[in-house]
């Protein structure tokens, strides 16, 4: 949390995150969401985030671009990458891509 208030406090153009709310309680994690959304919607900030976390992605993300041995795989828009793939939600869609 200390890292993440260090990187927002000079209010950056673009943002890197890499798992911002890994080993969190989801009462932390949720508050830290949705921060980093209102944060990056008021300054207009764009954010690079790194996550293993599906639904996280789906909120806080509008281009993904998912990654299988270092390489990308598929990119697009989250509900784009649903439908191509034919699932209900991105965790689903990653959980295809990546056993394929």
């Known amino acids: 949390r200390v890292s993440l208030a ?3 406090i000079n209010e950056p153009e ?3 995150l ?6 969190l309680d989801p009462d932390v994690g949720d508050y830290i ?8 919607s008021k300054k207009g900030t764009t954010i ?6 599906m639904n996280e ?9 998912m ?3 270092g390489e990308i795989i598929d990119k697009g ?3 784009s990458l649903i439908i191509k793939h034919g699932r209900k939600n991105l965790e689903e869609t990653f959980l295809k891509i990546v056993r394929e």
């Not at 890499?18 to 080993?23: K, R, Y």
């Not at 969401?33 to 990056?40: H, M, N, S």
């Open 6 to 8: 260090k990187a927002l």
């Open 14 to 16: 673009i943002l890197l």
């Open 18 to 23: 890499d798992e911002p709310t890994a080993s």
């Open 33 to 40: 969401r949705t921060y980093i959304e209102d944060f990056a």
């Open 48 to 53: 690079l985030l790194a996550s293993h976390n």
């Open 57 to 65: 992605v789906e909120r806080l993300c509008t281009e993904v671009m």
């Open 67 to 69: 990654m299988k041995n």
């Open 77 to 79: 828009t989250c509900s």
